[in-house]
């Protein structure tokens, strides 16, 4: 049910994840809120997607390439998020993964401590399965290795890319702590102004935004672009993808009086068009 059912909720109110945006260091001031339930892979992934929305990328230039470069570690964070999903106790009722990005911190949150026997130094050198099943099967597709490595490559990857040591806390809940990494923040600099999406956190589209982006070279419907990045969700696709680049002005619509049309389709603006000009220059 938790990985093929069509309405995973029907049968587990609290199988999704909720994805935070803070102002500050609590969460007293909520500025974007996102709650995603369409089944174990997709949480992931769309939960992975919120974090790249919403915080932000440097650049490095080397001869004529352009290396970007997360404010977190990418990798280590899409570990975290399966891992909580993984592990986390299915059965406490109101209680759900939350991915909460701070100001200085993002801290993903799974329901339930560490198994029994396991103690906070035990992490990375032994392993518990809580769910064996849900394991199994996200080793199948491969989402993860099944060999107790988790936490271990969470710790290698932010360390191979100079971030700060991840923490962890246990009680009743079991809590990753990622720091960012300080000279990446110096770098990207304080976001200006508006940005991709309504809360002015990320200095770049994501990837999907960028194939759009080129993709409206020519004008395009929204379904052929929703097959262009393996999409199936029209509303999240015009909310998370569409959206945002329609915000800043990037994209316009064919038919602007009738967002709704079924003629309607997307193409760059002339601010798109630079911008994308400017990227591919920078890319050589």
Same mark, same amino acid.
């Given at each position: 049910?938790?990985?093929?059912? %069509?309405? /995973?909720?029907?049968?587990?109110?609290?199988?999704?994840?909720?994805?935070?945006?803070?102002?500050?260091?609590?969460?007293?001031?909520?500025?974007?809120?996102?709650?995603?339930?369409?089944?174990?892979?997709?949480?992931?992934?769309?939960?992975?997607?919120? /974090?790249?929305?919403?915080?932000?990328?440097?650049?490095?230039?080397?001869?004529?390439?352009?290396?970007? $470069?997360?404010?977190?570690?990418?990798? +280590?964070?899409?570990?975290?998020?399966?891992?909580?999903?993984?592990?986390?106790?299915?059965?406490?009722?109101?209680?759900? /993964?939350? /991915?909460?990005?701070?100001?200085?911190?993002?801290?993903?949150?799974?329901?339930?401590?560490?198994?029994?026997?396991?103690?906070?130094?035990?992490?990375?050198?032994?392993?518990?399965?809580?769910? +064996?099943?849900?394991?199994?099967?996200?080793?199948?597709?491969?989402?993860?290795?099944?060999?107790?490595?988790?936490?271990?490559?969470?710790?290698?990857?932010?360390?191979?890319?100079?971030?700060?040591?991840?923490?962890?806390?246990?009680?009743?809940?079991?809590?990753?702590?990622?720091?960012?990494?300080?000279?990446?923040?110096?770098?990207?600099?304080?976001?200006?102004?508006?940005?991709?999406?309504?809360?002015?956190? %990320?200095?770049?589209?994501?990837?999907?935004?960028?194939? $759009?982006?080129?993709?409206?070279?020519?004008?395009?419907?929204?379904?052929?672009?929703?097959?262009?990045?393996?999409?199936?969700?029209?509303?999240?696709?015009?909310?998370?993808?569409?959206?945002?680049?329609?915000?800043?002005?990037?994209?316009?619509?064919?038919?602007?009086?009738?967002?709704?049309?079924?003629?309607?389709?997307?193409?760059?603006?002339?601010?798109?068009?630079?911008?994308?000009?400017?990227?591919?220059?920078?890319?050589?």
């Amino acid at each position: 049910m938790l990985f093929f059912a %069509k309405n /995973v909720r029907h049968f587990f109110d609290q199988a999704y994840i909720t994805c935070l945006l803070a102002k500050g260091g609590d969460k007293v001031h909520i500025l974007d809120r996102k709650d995603f339930d369409g089944g174990i892979v997709s949480d992931i992934e769309d939960a992975l997607r919120f /974090v790249e929305r919403n915080t932000r990328t440097a650049y490095r230039i080397e001869g004529l390439r352009r290396e970007n $470069i997360p404010e977190y570690p990418m990798k +280590a964070l899409r570990e975290a998020i399966t891992n909580a999903v993984m592990h986390r106790d299915w059965f406490i009722d109101g209680a759900n /993964v939350f /991915v909460e990005i701070h100001t200085d911190r993002i801290e993903v949150v799974s329901p339930g401590g560490l198994p029994k026997g396991m103690r906070l130094s035990d992490l990375g050198t032994k392993s518990v399965r809580r769910n +064996a099943l849900i394991a199994d099967l996200l080793h199948r597709i491969d989402f993860i290795e099944k060999a107790g490595t988790g936490v271990k490559r969470i710790r290698d990857e932010a360390r191979k890319g100079g971030y700060p040591e991840p923490e962890w806390q246990a009680g009743g809940f079991t809590t990753a702590i990622f720091r960012p990494n300080p000279e990446v923040r110096a770098a990207a600099g304080p976001p200006a102004g508006p940005s991709w999406d309504h809360v002015g956190t %990320k200095s770049e589209p994501s990837r999907d935004q960028a194939e $759009i982006l080129r993709s409206c070279e020519t004008e395009q419907p929204v379904a052929a672009l929703m097959r262009i990045v393996g999409r199936t969700n029209r509303t999240k696709f015009r909310d998370q993808v569409l959206g945002p680049l329609l915000k800043q002005r990037l994209l316009e619509m064919t038919v602007p009086d009738k967002p709704r049309s079924s003629r309607q389709s997307y193409r760059l603006t002339a601010k798109g068009r630079a911008f994308l000009a400017s990227t591919k220059a920078a890319r050589g």
